[in-house]
Every structure is written in C-alpha cells, then in structure tokens.
C-alpha cells in the first residue's frame, strides 16, 4: 500500500510539473522573437527530433522503428497525428506571438469538451447527463464569444480542435509506443517539411536563427528540450495516476497561460471576454463534478466487488 501511495505521490509531481512548464509556454515562446511562428514551428521540429534521437540512440529503443515501417495502418495513423500537432504547435506560437494569448487559453480550456464532443461523433460514446450539460454550456460560450468579437473564435477552437483529434489518433495507436517513441515518429515524419519550410525562409532572408545573437540562438536550439520535457514527465504521470487526476491537472495549464497574457505579456481582457470565460469554466465545473462523481462511483464498485470474492 505505501509502495502505491508513493508512486501516486511520484506520478503527482511529475504531472504537476509538466501541466506548469507547459503553462509557462507562452513566456518561453515570447522569448523567440523576432522569429516568426513559421520559424519557430520547423524549429521545434527539427530540434525536438534532435533531442528525440539522441534519446533513442542512447536507450537503444530503436526496434519501434522497424515495426511501424512494418504497419502501414499505425504509420498512416502517427503521419496523421503528426500533422494534427504540427497544426496545434503552429497556431500557438501564432497566438503567443501576436498578442493573443488568450486565445490560446481558451483553447485549451475548451479541449476537454471537444474531446468529448468528437467522443460522441466519432466513436458513438454515450455521454452522462453532466456531459451533456457541460457540452452544453461549452457551445453557449462559444456562440457568446462569437456574437461579443464579431469574429468566429477560431483559434481557440483550432487549438482544442486539432489537440482533442491528435489524442484521438493516439488513441488509436493505444499502448504500442511509448510517448518518446510517439514523439521520435512524429518528428521524423514532419522533419523534411521543416526542412523545406527552413530552406524557404533562408532563401527569402526572413529567418533569425544565428542573426539576433547567441541568446535568441540557444533560445531557438532549446526548443527540442523545451519540447520533450513535459512530454515526458506528462508520461511518467499517466502511467501513475488515475484519469480523474491527470483531468484535474489538466487545467493548470490554460490558468497559467491566462495569467501569463494578463500579468507578464500586457493583453488586454475587456469585462465582456471574462464572461465568455467565466461561462467556459461553468462548463468545466459541472464535467469535474462529473468526473469525481464517476470516479467516486467506480471505486465504491470495485470495493463491494473486492469483498464480495472475499466473502
């Protein structure tokens, strides 16, 4: 029992550590400019599998390799969710760096629904009543944000849109790769369009790297790591904690990310846009309920059936 309690302890911290680093994304990403989101996205690529092989290379976990070149279904599949975090990394680093932060809180904030929603479209999940309520409520905000800007919120729902369907794929993939070998896939697939993408900006001088001194390179270089970190410790916490757990952390992520738009990077949020997320975190309230409520129920399950065989 101790041995549980430390692991669930263990697995606690890591998540812990991996919702913050990813939190302060937007003042690491910050710190990447003048170089634009183009730049930056074939950057974090190309470093992060620099990192990734170094990684497979010094683990001699290199047999994945082989297998998935073996099983074009699960190589079709990573090529797929490759493209879809490519898409997140991207619009994010456009938000953070063109002053809209907030957005890309929003975002994550409006993926756990999204993830339900393509639950319920795609793999025909049959939702609780609270899901349904916190679905609900997340499409109200939605519409109310839409009508409150005038404009569709498009990157708040292309940010949870393109993270809820990556997850989907990866789910799909299920336990055959662990999450560095996912990542050291992902990265291979993407690197020659990052390539190419880094070629096209030198040929059109628009690139930074090596031009605004050492500092902004390493900053550049540091991606890879900045990357695979959280990855990582995100991982090491999955396989440690229960569902309802890594759901509660979850949130520490879009709340730091807003607090780094508001207090650190100086965006603006009118009255009208708190409401819009004050109606987001309603939504979130009732699906946490949910969740503890679910869980609480599981565990009562489990517990009547452990001393029923003992009985």
């Given at each position: 029992?101790?041995?549980?309690?430390?692991?669930?302890?263990?697995?606690?911290?890591?998540?812990?550590?991996?919702?913050?680093?990813?939190?302060?994304?937007?003042?690491?990403?910050?710190?990447?400019?003048?170089?634009?989101?183009?730049?930056?996205?074939?950057?974090?690529?190309?470093?992060?599998?620099?990192?990734?092989a170094?990684?497979?290379?010094?683990?001699?976990?290199?047999?994945?390799?082989?297998?998935?070149?073996?099983?074009?279904?699960?190589?079709?599949?990573?090529?797929?969710?490759?493209?879809?975090?490519?898409?997140?990394?991207?619009?994010?680093?456009?938000?953070?760096?063109?002053?809209?932060?907030?957005?890309?809180?929003l975002?994550?904030?409006?993926?756990?629904?999204?993830?339900?929603?393509?639950?319920?479209?795609?793999?025909?999940?049959?939702?609780?009543?609270?899901?349904?309520?916190?679905?609900?409520?997340?499409?109200?905000?939605?519409?109310?944000?839409?009508?409150?800007?005038?404009?569709?919120?498009?990157?708040?729902?292309?940010?949870?849109?393109?993270?809820?369907?990556?997850?989907?794929?990866?789910?799909?993939?299920?336990?055959?790769?662990?999450?560095?070998?996912?990542?050291?896939?992902?990265?291979?697939?993407?690197?020659?369009?990052?390539?190419?993408?880094?070629?096209?900006?030198?040929a059109?001088?628009?690139?930074?790297?090596?031009?605004?001194?050492?500092?902004?390179?390493?900053?550049?270089a540091?991606?890879?790591?900045?990357?695979?970190?959280?990855?990582?410790?995100?991982?090491?916490?999955?396989?440690?904690?229960?569902?309802?757990?890594?759901?509660?952390?979850?949130?520490?992520?879009?709340?730091?990310?807003?607090?780094?738009?508001?207090?650190?990077l100086?965006?603006?949020?009118?009255?009208?846009?708190?409401?819009?997320?004050?109606?987001?975190?309603?939504?979130?309230?009732?699906?946490?309920?949910?969740?503890?409520?679910?869980?609480?129920?599981?565990?009562?399950?489990?517990?009547?059936?452990?001393?029923?065989?003992?009985a």
């Open positions: 029992m101790k041995d549980d309690q430390d692991e669930i302890s263990r697995g606690t911290a890591y998540g812990l550590a991996a919702y913050l680093l990813w939190g302060a994304f937007p003042l690491f990403f910050h710190q990447l400019l003048p170089a634009n989101a183009w730049e930056i996205l074939a950057h974090r690529i190309l470093w992060t599998l620099v990192v990734c170094i990684g497979v290379l010094l683990l001699r976990r290199t047999k994945f390799i082989g297998a998935l070149i073996r099983s074009p279904r699960r190589l079709g599949i990573i090529t797929a969710a490759s493209l879809f975090i490519a898409t997140n990394w991207g619009v994010y680093v456009y938000a953070v760096n063109s002053g809209r932060t907030t957005d890309a809180s975002g994550y904030f409006l993926n756990p629904l999204v993830t339900i929603a393509l639950g319920v479209v795609v793999l025909r999940e049959t939702l609780r009543p609270l899901q349904w309520i916190a679905v609900g409520i997340g499409a109200i905000a939605c519409i109310y944000l839409t009508i409150d800007n005038g404009n569709f919120p498009l990157i708040p729902l292309v940010l949870a849109g393109s993270f809820a369907m990556y997850g989907l794929l990866k789910k799909q993939i299920g336990g055959t790769l662990s999450a560095f070998e996912s990542l050291t896939a992902e990265t291979t697939i993407l690197a020659p369009v990052a390539a190419v993408t880094l070629a096209v900006l030198i059109r001088g628009e690139t930074t790297f090596g031009s605004q001194g050492t500092g902004h390179t390493l900053w550049l540091s991606s890879g790591i900045a990357t695979a970190i959280p990855l990582l410790l995100f991982a090491a916490a999955a396989s440690r904690i229960p569902l309802v757990t890594i759901g509660l952390l979850q949130f520490i992520t879009p709340i730091l990310q807003l607090l780094c738009a508001v207090l650190f100086g965006e603006h949020m009118p009255t009208s846009r708190w409401i819009g997320f004050a109606i987001v975190w309603l939504a979130l309230v009732v699906l946490t309920v949910d969740s503890l409520t679910s869980a609480g129920k599981s565990r009562r399950l489990a517990r009547a059936a452990r001393q029923a065989s003992r």
